[in-house]
């Protein structure tokens, strides 16, 4: 059953713009919800993350906003360059079980 | 400092054939997780190990998968014996483990591409 719901399934964007993509949870129990970078051949690294007590966190160019509410929060990715085309997953942790719940995966390519 | 090191990078074999996966965690790292993750989507946790002890298993199809981390360091993921449907990417990861507190990264290593023909 999956517990993290991502979307879109890739997006296309040109060099300096803006990316977005949306993740949606129903478990309450989660404590952390990380975001993943993968490129080709490589495992996944930890972009960026952010605690369900706060609204946005932002660190250079990468932005998660944060809607407990809603049960969303999305990745922007601002100024975004051909060297951000990699595959993004969002994900969800309970620390109880140490578990990362990843989402499916957004192929991200930036046009030059 | 040295990643999460995984070998062999790429593994192609006939169905029924065994195969293992071999895993050397960052030093000084504790805990080390297996996942697969198949074309298209995001990893899945098969073990995790707290140094020896095989804490959550609760993912890996325990017919045909083991896994073992003897001294708590290095590991190996073994399968046998293969299907088709095994075909994947097996990927490492370690942390310090959850004494160095809740917020504590997993870094994965590149993993191995397994092809069973």
């Known amino acids: 059953q999956q517990q993290v719901k991502q979307s879109p399934q890739s997006l296309i964007v040109q060099k300096g713009g803006i990316s977005i993509i949306n993740c949606a949870y129903e478990n309450t129990a989660f404590d952390y919800f990380p975001w993943y970078q993968q490129f080709p051949g490589k495992g996944p690294a930890l972009l960026i993350a952010i605690r369900p007590d706060v609204s946005e966190k932002k660190e250079g160019r990468f932005t998660i906003s944060f809607n407990k509410s809603a049960k969303q929060f999305s990745l922007h990715i601002m100024d975004s360059q051909p060297g951000d085309s990699a595959t993004y997953f969002c994900?969800?942790?309970?620390?109880?079980?140490?578990?990362?719940?990843f989402g499916k995966g957004t192929r991200l390519h930036i046009l030059p | 400092e040295a990643g999460v090191v995984q070998s062999p990078r790429y593994k192609i074999i006939e169905k029924k054939q065994p195969v293992a996966f071999w895993c050397n965690p960052i030093?000084?790292?504790?805990?080390l997780y297996w996942y697969l993750q198949n074309l298209g989507q995001g990893p899945e946790l098969l073990i995790r190990?707290?140094?020896?002890?095989?804490?959550?298993d609760s993912q890996l199809p325990k017919d045909r998968f083991s896994a073992e981390r003897l001294k708590g360091v290095d590991s190996t993921l073994k399968i046998q014996p293969a299907e088709l449907g095994d075909s994947a990417v097996y990927l490492c990861?370690?942390?310090?483990?959850?004494?160095?507190?809740?917020?504590?990264?997993?870094?994965f290593g590149p993993g191995t591409r397994l092809t069973v023909l």
């Open positions: 190990y707290e140094n020896e002890e095989a804490v959550d």
């Open positions: 994900a969800a942790i309970i620390f109880f079980n140490d578990k990362i719940i």
């Open positions: 030093s000084g790292h504790n805990t």
């Open positions: 990861a370690s942390s310090l483990g959850r004494e160095a507190g809740p917020y504590n990264e997993q870094f």
